[in-house]
């Protein structure tokens, strides 16, 4: 674990003495980001004075720590942990992790009052990254967790003004703006939106139109068409108000639901753009589950995709989970030592340094030809035929050309008594699906800025910017991609016991 000294006579960490004796609260740490923040807090600052977890019960865990055990504190993301010091990292689990069975969505988290009050009196800072990240969710259940159930995290405040809240967007809360996208309160690219005088959107009028729209469906579809329906209603009311999907659409309402709430008291909102494999913490390409980007590399290499569109000169903007976790550490530490302020930072690299969507398909292809069979899990071969990017209108008539023959051919085997779908109309139709979720982000004509997030570095001092390092500038792309990351899907996502299963449009529903 850290020392807040860089060495003997060496410069002090602001951050590690802002949080010495703190006590945290984070959700989200059954998914990726959050299982890097909890691993990064106990690894370098030994003086934390606790970490709460709010997890909710399952079907086989029924409480917060059991399931805390079952799911996190086994996780490969502590085996650095484990290796150093395995008994410091079990009595750091039994003293100072304190789990909470709780359901963020619910008023005051399940508890009853007197719990709810309690616990806002225990904490210094609140670190909310859970979050639906289904970019075709149903409306009403991405605007409950990703929207409304934020106000349940500014009740707890209301309770202790000193808290910090650290909440944890996106980027693409940009929505389809162009152009250079700074660390401020974005306007929607579509229908116009009240906008308060303190600089936040009035959304409460719209959050209710929503929920009417929302019970017109309900009352009027069941079952798996209902589902669908919300997932419709999703998409038609995030493209009317400028946005690509209902995740980004319901992020970005959350923003405006906090920074009214918390007017004039201590909030920070962090927003990676899309986050990817560790860079280098806990270990270089640690990582959980199934990405946006790597979402077209898994069907590429199961060569179910081999044409996708793509403007080549866009650039896509991934960002190591470390970078992330390391923005928000010093963002909490800047909350806590300059409270009473609402702050936005953008972890990203598209400014400082940007990688190119061509460049990253280039990358991806040449290892798969050189080293494919480095990736057992990743490829079970090499690939036969080339990724290639076509712009989306020759895509479009492409697909929809071999669609149509391919469609009349499989009709025609039917009636022979072929039971199973044509693979090659299987796999179009796998193309088409992650076309349609992640098409936006593969024509991008925006670049995230994040100047204030490094001057925020520049700010915490030397020793800091080593401990928690934030920019971008130090990756190298084909490094990175090719020796990293493939290798951290390889070994984490699709390794460990863990295989490959889910069709491809549903497994690339996550982002992060």
């Known amino acids: 674990m850290a020392d807040s000294q860089a060495g003997s006579g060496g410069p002090v960490s602001g951050v590690l003495e802002h949080l010495s004796g703190r006590q945290v609260l984070i959700t989200g ?141 996106t980027c693409y809360v940009n929505g389809k703006n162009a152009g250079q996208v700074t660390e401020s309160v974005i306007k929607p690219a579509g229908e116009s939106i009240p906008r308060s005088e303190d600089g936040c959107y009035q959304i409460d009028e719209l959050v209710h139109r929503l929920q009417d729209r929302i019970a017109e469906v309900r009352a009027s579809y069941s079952g798996s068409m209902l589902e669908q329906k919300l997932v419709d209603l999703g998409i038609r009311e995030a493209n009317h108000y400028g946005w690509s999907d209902t995740y980004t659409f319901t992020k970005w309402l959350g923003e405006q639901l906090l920074m009214k709430a918390l007017a004039g008291r201590s909030l920070t909102i962090v927003r990676p753009s899309i986050i990817e494999s560790a860079l280098e913490e806990p ?22 995709v081999f044409l996708f569109p793509c403007r080549r000169s866009g650039i896509i903007d991934v960002i190591p989970a470390d970078l992330v976790t390391n923005s928000i550490i010093l963002s909490l530490a800047e909350a806590l030592s300059v409270p009473d302020r609402q702050r936005i930072y953008q972890c990203c690299s598209g400014s400082s340094n940007p990688l190119s969507l061509g460049q990253f398909v280039d990358h991806v292809m040449a290892e798969a030809k050189k080293h494919y069979d480095d990736y057992q899990q990743l490829f079970y071969r090499q690939p036969s035929r080339p990724f290639i990017t076509v712009n989306r209108r020759v895509f479009d008539v492409m697909v929809g050309g071999l669609r149509l023959s391919l469609s009349l051919a499989d009709r025609a085997l039917r009636l022979t008594g072929r039971k199973r779908k044509l693979k090659m109309l299987k796999n179009l139709d796998t193309t088409r699906s992650l076309a349609t979720i992640f098409g936006f982000y593969t024509a991008p004509d925006y670049i995230f800025r994040n100047d204030g997030l490094l001057a925020l570095a520049s700010r915490m001092g030397e020793r800091d910017r080593l401990l928690f390092p934030v920019d971008a500038r130090q990756i190298d792309w084909a490094f990175y991609l090719r020796k990293i990351h493939l290798n951290g899907l390889n070994r984490y996502a699709l390794g460990e016991g863990k295989l490959y299963r889910r069709g491809s449009a549903r497994a690339c529903k996550k982002a992060a």
């Open 29 to 169: 740490t059954t998914g990726f980001l959050g299982k890097v923040v909890l691993e990064k807090l106990i690894r370098t600052v030994p003086d934390i004075g606790g970490i709460y977890l709010l997890i909710r019960g399952n079907k086989t865990q029924k409480n917060a720590r059991s399931r805390f055990l079952d799911e996190v504190a086994s996780s490969s993301v502590f085996d650095r942990l484990r290796h150093d010091d395995n008994d410091a990292l079990e009595s750091f689990f039994e003293t100072r992790i304190h789990c909470i069975t709780g359901e963020v969505t619910e008023p005051r988290f399940g508890l009853d009052a007197a719990a709810f009050r309690e616990l806002a009196g225990n904490l210094d800072a609140f670190i909310n990254s859970a979050a639906s990240v289904n970019f075709r969710e149903e409306l009403d259940k991405a605007l409950q967790i990703n929207t409304l159930c934020l106000q349940n995290i500014a009740d707890l405040a209301g309770y202790n003004r000193h808290m910090a809240v650290i909440q944890v967007s």
């Open 283 to 304: 270990v270089p390409g640690w990582i959980e589950g199934v990405k946006v980007a790597d979402a077209i590399i898994l069907a590429y290499a199961r060569e179910k």
